[in-house]
């Protein structure tokens, strides 16, 4: 009894004084070079921070293997690195340790549906390279209703979640456009649902993304419709570290390697037959020409090899949440920029 | 001439009559039982309602209108459809083990035969020699079962490569090389998960109790003090609290080399836990045996360790069996809260998959959770009853 409780206490000392000792020399001077690359190279493994679990997104199939438009993002790093789709471990976060895993540099990546705010980058220390998915409140409305669109629900009830962002952007919205409403509120997103599919009130509302879903879940959900507008700003993508640079470019022009080549005309079939092609500008895409992967850090190829492996923006997205998925998500403002939506990838030059 | 007297006896007994209907039988029963006053038949009447009242409707929507087999949820989302347990089938193997690689399946399977085996030898009263059970269950299945499931890192490889020459065995050879690759437990989940949340706790939990309820009642200030301060100070904070700080804080202040497993961190947390509710269940025994048995083990000369083996312990622990075995319930059930710190436990794994595009529907979420609290039940159920034999065998002895 003596030794254990001695021994405890000694362990407990020394653990003390090793965390004080770590903490102390914690903030390392930014290297020139990615430390985060290095470090996935030698593991030989990326480490990406996924949801445990959100439909479309980032969720394990049956056989446990990850799934999802965010998955699929760090597959296509992964693929960039290694030329292998598969060298990803991914490690699923709740909303509440997920940027603390990325502080810690216990992942290498958040690709976990995380909004973008001023916030989370300036007082958390991270940086979003990019955005994957533009997200924004929406309404769903019974298809009998014949209503088309978000103006026309004044007077209606509607189901929302109890001390979310989203009760307090419904309230913003029917007072910015001088309607009125009134709101039923329930604890937990299942139980508005619920209450909505009951006939409690005449629309739901959420995230646009969380409505495909939720819809699915509705004892009839042909007989109900999601309306087009979107009244909340929630930009969804891809977060790192501050502090590392040349990661922060890796993980961004992933994002707009994908988008480029949608906008190309490049997809998974037919990327090594068009590295062939005489346009510019997919040659320098797919490393024909140029030599831009390697001022990341990575080869020539890279991004040919994202699209052979993964492919482009647009495969990505019908696979996951689009048309090719049963969430059966419109791309909105998730298309090209030259087809009404807000993705928009720099050039390649 | 007086007349003659008649006599007449019975040569055998007249057949017993049945007692009167309102003494026993079944009519007895429910009128003793039931109905013996004006409460009580109030209140077994209400039973009764309540009893039709939800029954028909839980037998339609579990079995009669439920859907059995089907290759997604689309015939789930029919109107009028029961419990989906066409969908529970596609995904018991994600339910049952996670993310764990399936060609690797019988790694887990061998491992929870094992410990099942063992555990039964160990609990079975009338099976012999516990001792070596004990050796088995408590030194060296948790070794067998971290190197099963996790496979062999360097360490373990380098062991058996020295057992392979040592013994210039070809086959040992073999196994060093090429067997039981790692996988990680990020991959691991499902029940198999939560059992090995709840065993750990469970195995760590007794004696780690037992020795700090003893250093509790120490006679050494400083590890009476350290004891305490421990004790109180992790029941007096939530699990949940527990397991954030295990989770999320452990890694900011430990070098990354150290940083444990991410299902480390919640092991540790529950087993630490545990160990200290544990403690105050065997203290709650220790100060129920008499001073006099103390006294009386004194007077026999025995030293202070055999009196508290020999004397005191098998006693106390006799007395809180009970309480032991609600606080492995308890636990047991508490492994559910590591779904929050991202370990795919069980409920966190039916949590995920009711989501699946594939077969999301109306009936899907309460199907599963249907399905976890069969699975939590028949557990605590069994833990419960054997907590009640073996207190009825161990009573024996007070019994007067």
Redesign the interface.
């Known amino acids: ?2 030794s ?3 021994s ?2 000694t362990a407990v000392a020394a ?1 003390s004084l ?2 004080v000792a ?2 102390a020399q914690a903030p390392a001077p930014p290297a020139p070079t990615s430390k985060t690359l290095e470090q996935v190279k030698a593991r030989g493994v990326l480490v990406c921070g996924s949801n ?5 997104f980032g ?7 990850w799934t999802g438009l965010d998955v699929e993002f760090c597959r296509a790093i992964s693929a960039a690195i290694f030329n292998d789709p598969n060298k990803v ?6 909303a ?2 997920r940027f ?2 990325l ?4 992942i290498d990546v958040l690709s976990r549906n995380g909004t973008w705010t001023i916030s989370r980058e300036a007082d958390l220390g991270l940086l979003w390279a990019g955005v994957n998915y533009y997200d924004g409140q929406a309404f769903m409305v019974r298809k009998k209703l014949n209503i088309n669109s978000a103006l026309e629900l004044s007077g209606a009830s509607v189901c929302v979640q109890q001390g979310t962002t989203t009760e307090a952007n419904l309230a913003d919205f029917f007072r910015a456009n001088n309607m009125k409403y009134e709101p039923a509120v329930y604890a937990t997103s ?1 139980e508005a649902v619920k209450q909505y ?1 009951a006939g409690r009130c005449d629309a739901y509302t959420t995230d646009m993304s969380g409505l495909f ?1 939720e819809r ?6 042909d007989e109900h419709v999601i309306l087009p507008q979107v009244i909340s700003k929630e930009p969804l993508g891809p977060a790192v570290r501050q502090g590392d640079d040349q990661w922060f470019n890796i993980v961004k022009w992933t994002h707009f390697a994908m988008l480029n080549a949608e906008e190309l005309g490049v997809t998974r079939a037919n990327a090594d037959e068009r590295a062939k092609s005489t346009n510019p500008e997919i040659r320098r895409l797919l490393g024909s020409e140029g030599d831009f992967g390697k001022s990341m850090g990575l080869t020539s190829d890279w991004a040919l090899r994202i699209i052979k492996h993964v492919g482009n923006y647009g495969e990505s997205y019908a696979r996951n949440v689009g048309d090719g ?3 059966r998500i419109p791309r909105g403002l998730n298309n090209l920029w030259n087809k009404g939506g807000l993705q928009y990838g720099p050039p390649v030059r | 001439m007086p007349p003659p007297q008649r006599t007449f006896v019975r040569s055998e007994f007249s057949p017993a009559l049945p007692p009167p209907l309102n003494v026993a039988g079944p009519f007895a029963w429910v009128r003793a039982n039931l109905f013996n006053s004006v409460l009580s038949s109030i209140l077994t009447l209400l039973s009764i309602a309540f009893i039709l009242w939800i029954t028909p409707g839980l037998v339609r929507w579990l079995l009669i209108d439920a859907v059995w087999s089907a290759p997604d949820g689309d015939a789930c989302r029919a109107p009028g459809a029961g419990a989906c347990w066409a969908y529970v089938r596609a995904k018991i193997t994600f339910f049952t083990y996670g993310a764990y690689p399936r060609d690797a399946l019988w790694r887990v399977d061998l491992t929870l035969v094992m410990g099942a085996g063992l555990a039964m030898w160990l609990l079975w009263p009338d099976w012999p020699r516990k001792g070596i059970a004990a050796v088995l269950f408590f030194a060296i299945y948790p070794v067998v079962a971290f190197i099963l499931l996790h496979g062999m890192g360097d360490g373990s490889r380098a062991v058996v490569n020295a057992a392979a020459n040592a013994f210039n065995s070809d086959v040992l050879r073999d196994v060093a090389r090429n067997s039981l690759p790692i996988i990680g437990t990020h991959l691991w989940g499902g029940i198999f998960v939560s059992l090995l949340v709840a065993t750990v706790g469970i195995v760590v939990s007794l004696p780690m109790g037992v020795l700090l309820a003893l250093g509790r009642q120490s006679r050494a200030p400083f590890i009476r003090f350290f004891c305490i301060v421990l004790i109180e100070v992790v029941r007096g904070v939530p699990l949940i609290t527990v397991l954030f700080m295990a989770n999320t804080m452990l890694p900011l202040f430990v070098p990354d080399a150290w940083t444990p497993d991410r299902l480390m961190r919640p092991l540790i947390g529950v087993a630490l836990f545990a160990s200290v509710y544990m403690a105050e269940v065997v203290r709650g025994g220790l100060q129920a045996v008499p001073r006099g048995q103390h006294e009386g083990a004194m007077a026999l000369g025995l030293s202070q360790s055999k009196m508290m083996r020999l004397i005191v312990m098998p006693q106390a622990l006799t007395i809180v069996i009970p309480g032991i075995v609600n606080s492995f319930i308890a636990l047991f059930k508490d492994t559910t809260l590591v779904a929050i710190v991202g370990v795919f436990d069980f409920l966190r794994a039916i949590d995920t998959q009711r989501l699946d595009p594939a077969w999301n529907g109306p009936t899907i979420s309460t199907t599963g959770y249907a399905f976890a609290a069969m699975f939590y039940f028949v557990f605590c159920f069994a833990m419960s009853r054997y907590s009640l034999m073996m207190e009825r065998r161990l009573a024996h002895g007070r019994k007067r």
């Open positions: 009894m003596k254990f409780c001695t405890m206490v653990l090793g965390a770590a903490y445990t679990g959100l439909a479309g969720i394990p199939d049956d056989k446990g293997n471990r991914f490690v699923p976060l709740s509440k340790d603390t895993a502080q810690s540099g216990e299942a599919d879903s699915l879940r509705l004892i009839n959900s998925s049963r969430l």
